[in-house]
């Protein structure tokens, strides 16, 4: 299955020929010692972008790599159940260590709150402390929250929220592999989240909570419509803290082929890839 090779940092992609494909957040770093006073917010990425532009197939892909590449338990939260693999992803259900999958944690807030206290009880138990959190659709539970001061609220409370448990998680996974645990697993805890960012439909609230999350969330992974493509190609860009020497001048375009399947163009110096160079990613 070709995947990203690393969910949060830029990588090499392990695949039958080699293609490169997009890390979901600039941080080129995972080994870095973790400091309660100077949190590493490069290990936190924000995904955004208009609604089926494939943010949950990206958000689950990083899931599945970082259980069947590296082994880590990841904690994935949706507000919409997740039954079966995202339609892009379906061609490369042969290719998913089914028992690697076991170590993704999925859990289905239905309400800011819920979401809250599910991110609150992480510490409870560490035998089950995650590499990764994953929320998908943060924007559904900030719709359901009031009005915009509470969305903001919420917002607020919720990435520092992240960030300590983050924090709290890394300072225990740090531990445990120093104590003989796998030297090839992440030794910070990373978060990714995504939230829907209608073009030219964006509401005050969402962009007061956004300003928010991103004081949390800088680095910022942006999908952007192909104005001449429709639905079929987007324009992946990447923002913010910590951008590693190979991510300087290159962008990437997402394109959907007939069948669904994704596939991954490299734009270095921001002009447009030749598509006969690019490899089809998971569907």
């Known amino acids: 299955m070709r995947v990203f090779r ?13 293609a490169n494909y997009p890390p979901l957040s600039p941080n080129n770093n995972n080994n870095n010692n973790i400091d309660n006073n100077n949190k590493n ?5 924000v ?4 609604a089926g532009c494939g943010k949950t197939a990206l958000l689950f892909l990083s899931a599945v790599l970082a259980a069947s590449e590296f082994g880590v338990r990841v904690l994935f939260l949706s507000r919409t159940p997740i039954h079966t693999l995202p339609a892009p992803l379906q061609g490369a259900r042969a290719g998913v260590d089914l028992l690697s999958l076991k170590k993704i944690q999925f859990k289905y807030p239905r309400s800011a709150v819920d979401l809250l206290r599910d991110v609150a009880s992480l510490h409870e138990n560490d035998k089950t402390l995650p590499s990764l959190i994953v929320i998908d659709g943060l924007d559904q539970y900030l719709h359901s929250a009031g009005d915009h ?25 740090t531990s445990a592999r120093s104590d003989g645990g796998s030297s090839n697993a992440p030794q910070d805890c990373q978060v990714i989240i995504s939230l829907s960012s209608e073009a030219g439909n964006e509401s005050p609230a969402r962009g007061q909570a956004l300003s928010v999350i991103e004081r949390y969330f800088p680095a910022k992974c942006l999908l952007e419509r192909e104005p001449e493509c429709g639905d079929m190609a987007w324009r992946v860009s990447f923002s913010g803290a910590q951008q590693s020497s190979c991510d300087l001048g290159m962008g990437w375009r997402l394109m959907y082929s007939q069948s669904g399947a994704m596939e991954f163009h490299a734009v270095p110096g921001g002009k447009l890839s030749n598509p006969g160079n690019s490899t089809t990613a998971p569907e």
């Open 47 to 50: 995904v955004l972008g208009e």
């Open 6 to 18: 690393h969910y949060s940092g830029v990588g090499e992609v392990t695949s039958a020929s080699d």
């Open 149 to 173: 001061s509470q969305q903001s609220l919420i917002a607020a409370r919720l990435s520092a929220l992240l960030a300590d448990t983050a924090s709290f998680v890394s300072q225990k996974l």
């Open 41 to 45: 917010k490069s290990s936190y990425c």
